[in-house]
């Protein structure tokens, strides 16, 4: 997993925290607090919070930098996930929470900010905010978590990069069955603290914004399989993770993280909890229940279960029968196409062309899907072949990039 470093200066970044107008914050819901060992083992002291908070939170800072979150940002108030741009590129689709916004209706106006990893404004201006029909009128047995989840749609002011220029994927919507029992990543921004403490709103890191990530395990399906939950547990007890974190008041619309068949994917986002010391738990909507909604309101959006990466013939594998098909329509315009037409020829970031973008995301995708890893997530040493030939091909393309097609700018 690449991250990136805080203390560096490009991720010292001051995030804009003014609110956007006309939003309406019914309540703030929650970001991460970190067990008391977590915090200690990174250089702080749970003696001293305040004193060593930039110590015992360096590695849930450089955590949430990971590339597999970097498509997380903040509306100010809120946190939020972008999903992809439309096919125009005009307009960008962000995953939140429903109670972030005013929402009279299932289709709502909204003017608002999206301040993505780096502090920049990716997206802004009048757009529209989206819930689904059971927020609105809830059925039986629904309740506040179960029905927690929005979509904002906003003019797209800019793309969003990673650390080295390269531009971020959406993610993956999680549409499967097996969240219960499997660890859950959280990542967001709002008020920090330890287990034994709670959340202060008052703690800020010196420099940079006040954005960590954290573990739990999903524990409970509730509000007829609608809403999920992780209780916050003490170190050594229950099933508690090394990283393990509760949500805390800042950190609304969050996206909950899984790994699924070797795939990072949304599960959840954040409705609040019930606290933030030990014993507590966090709740948050369940996306897979709720990823028809999203596709229906975002056709571009990427269902866990429609794609495996790179798996450009739907075989259900990534390996060398997806790089000839990658090779044969490299350096291609496929502006034309839907977005799963154009992925699955290559066009992996959605920007209407097959390019050296693509290859270095086909690279990555191939080399996860061949290379085995251990019960901690730890990835092996890639296959010889699979390096050999995807090193080939990386030579191959460079020669051919005066030739590439570039993404369209606004």
Request: with cysteine.
């Given at each position: 997993?690449?991250?990136?470093?805080?203390?560096?200066?490009?991720?010292?970044?001051?995030?804009?925290?003014?609110?956007?107008?006309?939003?309406?914050?019914?309540?703030?819901?929650?970001?991460?607090?970190?067990?008391?060992?977590?915090?200690?083992?990174?250089?702080?002291?749970?003696?001293?919070?305040?004193?060593?908070?930039d110590q015992g939170y360096s590695d849930a800072r450089e955590q949430s930098f990971g590339d597999q979150f970097l498509a997380v940002g903040n509306f100010g108030q809120c946190t939020g996930t972008w999903i992809g741009n439309n096919r125009r590129g005009n307009l960008s689709?962000?995953?939140?929470?429903?109670?972030?916004?005013?929402?009279?209706?299932?289709?709502?106006?909204?003017?608002?900010?999206?301040?993505?990893?780096?502090?920049?404004?990716?997206?802004?201006?009048?757009?529209?905010?989206?819930?689904?029909?059971?927020?609105?009128?809830?059925?039986?047995?629904?309740?506040?978590?179960?029905?927690?989840?929005?979509?904002?749609?906003?003019?797209?002011?800019?793309?969003?990069?990673?650390?080295?220029?390269?531009?971020?994927?959406?993610?993956?919507?999680?549409?499967?069955?097996?969240?219960?029992?499997?660890?859950?990543?959280?990542?967001?921004?709002?008020?920090?603290g330890i287990g034994s403490q709670g959340s202060n709103g008052g703690l800020f890191p010196s420099t940079g914004p006040r954005r960590a990530t954290g573990t739990n395990v999903i524990d409970s399906i509730f509000e007829q399989d609608h809403g999920i939950g992780a209780t916050?547990?003490?170190?050594?007890?229950?099933?508690?993770?090394?990283?393990?974190?509760?949500?805390?008041?800042?950190?609304?619309?969050?996206?909950?993280?899984?790994?699924?068949?070797?795939?990072?994917?949304?599960?959840?986002?954040?409705?609040?909890?019930?606290?933030?010391?030990?014993?507590?738990?966090?709740?948050?909507?369940?996306?897979s229940r709720y990823a028809d909604w999203v596709h229906s309101i975002f056709p571009g959006a990427v269902l866990w279960s429609d794609l495996s990466l790179a798996d450009l013939n739907s075989d259900g594998q990534v390996n060398a029968a997806d790089w000839a098909v990658f090779?044969?329509?490299?350096?291609?315009?496929?502006?034309?196409?839907?977005?799963?037409?154009?992925?699955?020829?290559?066009?992996?970031?959605?920007?209407?062309?097959?390019?050296?973008?693509?290859?270095?995301?086909?690279?990555?995708?191939?080399?996860?899907?061949?290379?085995?890893?251990?019960?901690?997530?730890?990835?092996?040493?890639?296959?010889?072949?699979?390096?050999?030939?995807?090193?080939?091909?990386?030579?191959?393309?460079?020669?051919?990039?005066?030739?590439?097609?570039?993404?369209?700018?606004?």
């Amino acid at each position: 997993m690449a991250t990136c470093n805080p203390t560096r200066i490009r991720c010292l970044i001051l995030v804009s925290w003014a609110l956007s107008a006309g939003v309406a914050l019914p309540r703030p819901a929650e970001a991460v607090v970190l067990n008391n060992d977590y915090f200690e083992a990174s250089g702080g002291d749970a003696g001293n919070v305040s004193g060593t908070l930039d110590q015992g939170y360096s590695d849930a800072r450089e955590q949430s930098f990971g590339d597999q979150f970097l498509a997380v940002g903040n509306f100010g108030q809120c946190t939020g996930t972008w999903i992809g741009n439309n096919r125009r590129g005009n307009l960008s689709y962000f995953l939140t929470a429903a109670h972030c916004f005013s929402h009279p209706a299932t289709t709502n106006a909204v003017n608002a900010t999206f301040f993505s990893w780096d502090g920049r404004v990716a997206a802004s201006g009048a757009g529209t905010f989206h819930v689904p029909e059971e927020r609105i009128n809830r059925p039986p047995g629904f309740g506040g978590a179960s029905t927690d989840i929005g979509i904002v749609v906003l003019p797209r002011v800019s793309l969003i990069r990673d650390q080295e220029g390269d531009l971020v994927r959406p993610p993956l919507i999680y549409d499967g069955d097996d969240e219960r029992g499997e660890t859950v990543y959280l990542t967001g921004y709002g008020s920090w603290g330890i287990g034994s403490q709670g959340s202060n709103g008052g703690l800020f890191p010196s420099t940079g914004p006040r954005r960590a990530t954290g573990t739990n395990v999903i524990d409970s399906i509730f509000e007829q399989d609608h809403g999920i939950g992780a209780t916050f547990n003490a170190p050594g007890t229950g099933d508690a993770t090394e990283r393990e974190s509760s949500v805390a008041a800042g950190d609304s619309g969050s996206a909950w993280w899984q790994v699924h068949a070797g795939r990072w994917a949304i599960i959840g986002t954040t409705n609040g909890g019930s606290g933030t010391t030990y014993g507590t738990f966090s709740t948050a909507a369940r996306v897979s229940r709720y990823a028809d909604w999203v596709h229906s309101i975002f056709p571009g959006a990427v269902l866990w279960s429609d794609l495996s990466l790179a798996d450009l013939n739907s075989d259900g594998q990534v390996n060398a029968a997806d790089w000839a098909v990658f090779q044969e329509n490299s350096h291609t315009d496929l502006s034309g196409l839907s977005v799963s037409e154009g992925f699955s020829r290559g066009d992996l970031n959605g920007d209407g062309v097959s390019d050296y973008e693509d290859f270095k995301l086909f690279k990555q995708a191939y080399l996860a899907a061949t290379a085995p890893t251990t019960s901690a997530g730890v990835v092996l040493p890639e296959p010889a072949s699979g390096l050999i030939f995807l090193g080939l091909g990386m030579t191959a393309l460079r020669r051919r990039s005066p030739a590439r097609l570039t993404q369209r700018e606004p």
